[in-house]
């Protein structure tokens, strides 16, 4: 690394050092000698969970994380208005992982269990969009989100198309190694 890219990566980390504190202390020195971040799902679950829903509501109520199988497991309380209380359960598995100088994408296969909590009436309303085609695909078109697309099965992030990419210092590049027994594995080279 030279000494503008280390200089330009320090100053990434200070910029968004409280947003990294939660990570760090549950990163262990020896992953990160070896290029390895380890992410306990339990750094999304507690640590961050605040960010996160002022992030998303008034829209979500809760939610929750899990590392299983090579897939991310995510289990929502959504509060969509006018259709009232959802509970959603989402299985997304990585299909494609680049994060590198040319692109900041992530993609993955999902499925879905989408359920309403309301009364008849908004039980019924929320058939009617499943109709349609997934959920999420739905929601997503409807949020207009210029860093998301999905289809009927697949969920693309393009993560530069969000202000943060330009904080990403170029020369961070990012694999994916698992999703296991509650831990994310990335491997990381600067």
């Known amino acids: 690394m030279t000494d503008a890219g280390l200089k330009k990566f320090l100053a990434f980390l200070l910029k968004n050092k409280e947003m990294l504190s939660s990570l760090l202390e549950n990163l262990k020195p020896e992953d990160i000698e070896r290029g390895i971040l380890a992410i306990p799902e339990s750094v999304i679950n507690r640590d961050i969970k605040m960010l996160v829903m002022d992030k998303a509501s008034p829209y979500l109520n809760d939610y929750q994380l899990s590392f299983h199988q090579n897939s991310v497991f ?4 959504i509060n969509a208005k006018q259709l009232g209380r959802i509970k959603a359960v989402y299985m ?3 299909s494609q992982f680049d994060f590198n100088e040319n692109a900041h994408r992530i993609r993955f296969t999902y499925k879905e269990d989408v359920k309403s909590e309301g009364n008849f009436m908004q039980n019924m309303a929320v058939k009617a969009v499943g109709l349609k085609g997934s959920y999420l695909q739905a929601a997503s078109e409807m949020a207009k989100l210029n860093f998301l697309a999905t289809s009927k099965d697949n969920i693309t992030i393009n993560i ?12 961070l590049k990012i694999d994916f190694i698992s999703s296991e027994d509650g831990i994310l594995k990335l491997r990381f080279n600067i």
């Open 160 to 171: 530069d198309a969000l202000n943060i990419a330009k904080k990403i210092p170029s020369s």
């Open 74 to 77: 995510v289990d929502l309380n």
């Open 92 to 94: 997304l598995t990585f």
